[in-house]
Structure formats: C-alpha cells, structure tokens
C-alpha cells in the first residue's frame, strides 16, 4: 500500500541531495577563485622581485645631483669578469621574467638589451660610462610591466566577451 509520508520523506533527501550537490558546486567554484586570487598573487610577487631587483642593479645607489647608479654599474667596474658577473645577474632576470609566461618577442628584447650593454660594457672607460647610462635591466623591467600589463587587459577583455556570451 501507498504510504504518502514515504513520499514526503523521499522528497526531502531528495532536496538535501540537491543542496548538498549545489553546495559542492558553489565550493569548487570559491576553491577555484581562491585558486586563482593566490596564482594572481603569487605572479604580483614575482613581478615586484623582479623590479626591485632591476632597481638594485641599475639605479639602487643615488648619488650627489640626483643621478642614480646600481650594482651593475659598480660590477662593470672590475676588469676582466665585471661584465660578465652583470650579465649573469641579468640573466637571472630574463628567468624569472620568462616564468611568467611573456611573448617571446619581449624576453628576445630583455636578451638584446643585455648583450648590448655587455658587448659594449668591456670597451674600457666607454663601456663602464655605458653600464650606468644604458640601464638594461631597467629598460627590462619596464618591458616586463608592459607585457604583463598587455596581457591582463587582453584577458579582461576575453572574460568580458566570455561573460556578454553566457548572458546574452
């Protein structure tokens, strides 16, 4: 026989179910976003390292008439391995800058801005007077900002026509 309680009974497991279901779904999607907020933190981090450490090598050091030097400037200094040790350093640069996913177009400008203030930084007095005018891991930084920031607009516009799509 027909019990009409069962029925009732069965109706709300059933929608306990489908709250705990809905639930799952609402948590994988804030795990995600968690997800996402702490990748997005963790490229922030990454970028301002590298910036701070581009300043420590280029312009880290004020001097009297508000002319800025840095460690790369200083290490172009010693003779033989100076420049060397500064392209190194640079390198690690161009490293981390290359794990954030930037077009290789701007890490191939990074490596150009670096060999030439290499090549041209050996040439005795010219080279070391270049070191500190060029800035090649300034000018690097500056490439990194604008590829990220390239990069960030380019992918709000795609979430924006993604979100005009699944509202229309």
Known sequence: ???????????????????????????????????DNILISAQQMEEERLKAFAHLMDSAIRLPGGFRIGLDGLLGLIPGIGDLLGALLSGYFIYGASKLNIPRYVIVRMLINTLIETIIGVVPFVGDAFDFIFRANDRNARLLRAALQERDEREAKINEQHDNITRG
């Not at 069962?6 to 709300?12: E, G, K, L, R």
Request: net charge negative; aromatic share 0%.
């Open 1 to 35: 026989m027909h019990n009409p309680s069962n029925d009732t009974q069965d109706a709300s497991a059933a929608s306990d179910k489908a709250e705990l279901i809905t639930d799952h779904h609402a948590q994988d999607a804030q795990g995600s976003l968690a997800a």
